[in-house]
């Protein structure tokens, strides 16, 4: 696509409301396109539309029209979310019109650098982390993307002095043509959201569009650990900076000695080693302000991100030790009686549950269930068998996890019926079984390793409702 001021008289078509569709309707509009914006829900669910009907922006909700997209439509743009399959995506690639996400969109208008996160895990972490990292260090980092705010609305804000740290989903990815950010993290690549992408390999090419348009002048930050991360360094033009939890590393961010070292008395820090052979200790892994291996990973990706953008080892340390997480990402809640209750309602994949059971030396109560995304949730077997000692299951995939339970040899295990009851709840039956099932010690956890689409409107609110279900006990 081009500068959306190039769009001057042309028609352009938005599809999809919410935060990102009325950013970039409003952009298009002020630009002097002609913009017509269209959801498929009805129209009471679309408060957004009112707004920009009285910008004189048009409006179609309910349907997808025929004829939406025709061939005087210059440029779709699409929220993220919705599948290539529909009508109007379908009808525009049959035309040749160019279709784009948010991103595409942002990135023509932005004035600062970009620092862009994706991975199927550890997105929300690690970008929260490195914007702390730029603001501690004095470089004005602006924090948007999939991370809550539209990345459109923040660019319109930045200045050559801000850094843009975003958080990239590969549905937002998928619809990028010239984006291109100074630095790029690639955390890890596991199988997920195939229901979208159809297949494997069309969720890597998503994923590593990311480093597509990157030059020499550019930083690609690369789990060593993950093999189609690491793979993806003999495909990219730019500058490689690599981290590993699992082994030294001749150039990188890397943990020393490795974290596969597992006395219990070894000492683990996290090191960077420059392109001069020169080791730089930063900090050891017992100090951040977070558990479990995976927040190490996080750790050093952020690490490796706010290195190449030129923050002192000190101030990344001093970040390191003082963050505390964020919101619905192992989540410390409450204790009740003598059981702990943790908040992980951001684990959306099975990966993401496995890394979380296994930051906690505690037996585990999960609370796990959600859309069906077409997994057989195998994977959570040796979890299930070494950790999890009780099961509490709700939506879609719950029997599905329940067989996967039995299969370990669990016999705590109920599930809750979501057939009469609302989201909240089937929450509060779920809270109040694991706290049944839970003995002195335990851990209540809600780490759902699915999506939240098929009772709750985000994975926000699932573990809010949770939160609350626990406070009220």
């Given at each position: 696509m081009e500068h959306p001021a190039q769009y001057r008289g042309r028609q352009v078509v938005i599809l999809g409301l919410a935060r990102s569709g009325v950013a970039v309707a409003k952009l298009f509009h002020e630009n002097g396109a002609v913009v017509a914006v269209n959801d498929k829900k009805e129209r009471?669910?679309?408060?957004?539309?009112?707004?920009?009907?009285?910008?004189?922006?048009?409006?179609?909700?309910?349907?997808?029209?025929?004829?939406?997209?025709?061939?005087?439509?210059?440029?779709?743009?699409?929220?993220?979310?919705?599948?290539?399959?529909?009508?109007?995506?379908?009808?525009?690639?049959?035309?040749?019109?160019?279709?784009?996400?948010?991103?595409?969109?942002?990135y023509h208008i932005c004035k600062a650098p970009m620092i862009a996160i994706t991975g199927s895990n550890g997105k929300t972490t690690t970008t929260t982390w490195t914007g702390l990292m730029l603001e501690a260090g004095g470089l004005k980092p602006i924090v948007a993307g999939n991370i809550g705010r539209a990345l459109t609305e923040a660019a319109l804000e930045a200045e050559a002095d801000n850094r843009m740290v975003v958080e990239l989903s590969s549905f937002q990815l998928k619809g990028t043509r010239a984006f291109r950010p100074a630095v790029g993290a690639l955390l890890n690549v596991y199988e997920t959201h195939?229901?979208?992408?159809?297949?494997?390999?069309?969720?890597?090419?998503?994923?590593?569009?990311?480093?597509?348009?990157?030059?020499?002048?550019?930083?690609?930050?690369?789990?060593?650990?993950?093999?189609?991360?690491?793979?993806?360094?003999?495909?990219?033009?730019?500058?490689?900076?690599?981290?590993s939890v699992r082994e030294e590393l001749a150039f990188g961010m890397f943990v020393q000695p490795p974290l596969a070292a597992r006395d219990e008395d070894t000492v683990h820090t996290i090191v960077y080693r420059d392109k001069d052979g020169q080791t730089h200790r930063i900090l050891p892994v017992r100090e951040l302000g977070i558990p479990g291996s995976h927040n190490v990973e996080n750790a050093l990706a952020a690490s490796a991100m706010a290195v190449a953008s030129g923050v002192k080892l000190e101030t990344i340390a001093q970040v390191l030790k003082e963050f505390r997480g964020v919101e619905h990402r192992l989540e410390y809640v409450e204790q009740k009686g003598d059981?702990?209750?943790?908040?992980?309602?951001?684990?959306?994949?099975?990966?993401?549950?496995?890394?979380?059971?296994?930051?906690?030396?505690?037996?585990?109560?999960?609370?796990?269930?959600?859309?069906?995304?077409?997994?057989?949730?195998?994977?959570?077997?040796?979890?299930?068998q070494s950790r999890v000692k009780g099961l509490v299951a709700f939506g879609e995939t719950k029997e599905k996890i329940v067989r996967v339970a039995r299969?370990?040899?669990?016999?705590?295990?109920?599930?809750?019926?979501?057939?009469?009851?609302?989201?909240?709840?089937?929450?509060?039956?779920?809270?109040?079984?694991?706290?049944?099932?839970?003995?002195?010690?335990?851990?209540?956890?809600?780490?759902?390793a699915c999506a939240s689409w098929d009772m709750f409107s985000s994975y926000e609110e699932r573990g809010s409702m949770f939160k609350e279900s626990v406070h009220n006990l």
């Amino acid at each position: 696509m081009e500068h959306p001021a190039q769009y001057r008289g042309r028609q352009v078509v938005i599809l999809g409301l919410a935060r990102s569709g009325v950013a970039v309707a409003k952009l298009f509009h002020e630009n002097g396109a002609v913009v017509a914006v269209n959801d498929k829900k009805e129209r009471h669910l679309c408060p957004e539309a009112a707004e920009l009907e009285a910008l004189g922006i048009s409006v179609v909700c309910g349907s997808h029209p025929e004829g939406l997209v025709h061939e005087g439509v210059a440029l779709v743009v699409k929220n993220p979310g919705i599948p290539y399959t529909i009508e109007p995506v379908k009808r525009a690639a049959e035309l040749g019109i160019e279709v784009v996400t948010e991103v595409e969109v942002a990135y023509h208008i932005c004035k600062a650098p970009m620092i862009a996160i994706t991975g199927s895990n550890g997105k929300t972490t690690t970008t929260t982390w490195t914007g702390l990292m730029l603001e501690a260090g004095g470089l004005k980092p602006i924090v948007a993307g999939n991370i809550g705010r539209a990345l459109t609305e923040a660019a319109l804000e930045a200045e050559a002095d801000n850094r843009m740290v975003v958080e990239l989903s590969s549905f937002q990815l998928k619809g990028t043509r010239a984006f291109r950010p100074a630095v790029g993290a690639l955390l890890n690549v596991y199988e997920t959201h195939l229901d979208y992408h159809g297949t494997m390999d069309d969720y890597v090419v998503s994923k590593t569009k990311l480093f597509a348009n990157q030059t020499e002048a550019d930083t690609a930050v690369l789990n060593w650990d993950n093999p189609v991360c690491r793979q993806t360094a003999d495909s990219i033009r730019s500058s490689v900076l690599p981290f590993s939890v699992r082994e030294e590393l001749a150039f990188g961010m890397f943990v020393q000695p490795p974290l596969a070292a597992r006395d219990e008395d070894t000492v683990h820090t996290i090191v960077y080693r420059d392109k001069d052979g020169q080791t730089h200790r930063i900090l050891p892994v017992r100090e951040l302000g977070i558990p479990g291996s995976h927040n190490v990973e996080n750790a050093l990706a952020a690490s490796a991100m706010a290195v190449a953008s030129g923050v002192k080892l000190e101030t990344i340390a001093q970040v390191l030790k003082e963050f505390r997480g964020v919101e619905h990402r192992l989540e410390y809640v409450e204790q009740k009686g003598d059981v702990l209750f943790y908040n992980d309602s951001k684990a959306t994949n099975p990966t993401a549950t496995i890394k979380t059971i296994e930051s906690f030396k505690q037996d585990i109560v999960l609370i796990a269930g959600g859309l069906d995304r077409g997994s057989d949730y195998m994977e959570l077997l040796p979890a299930f068998q070494s950790r999890v000692k009780g099961l509490v299951a709700f939506g879609e995939t719950k029997e599905k996890i329940v067989r996967v339970a039995r299969l370990a040899g669990m016999s705590r295990i109920k599930t809750v019926d979501t057939a009469a009851k609302d989201a909240r709840e089937t929450v509060e039956e779920a809270v109040r079984e694991a706290q049944a099932l839970a003995k002195p010690g335990d851990v209540v956890l809600l780490s759902p390793a699915c999506a939240s689409w098929d009772m709750f409107s985000s994975y926000e609110e699932r573990g809010s409702m949770f939160k609350e279900s626990v406070h009220n006990l």
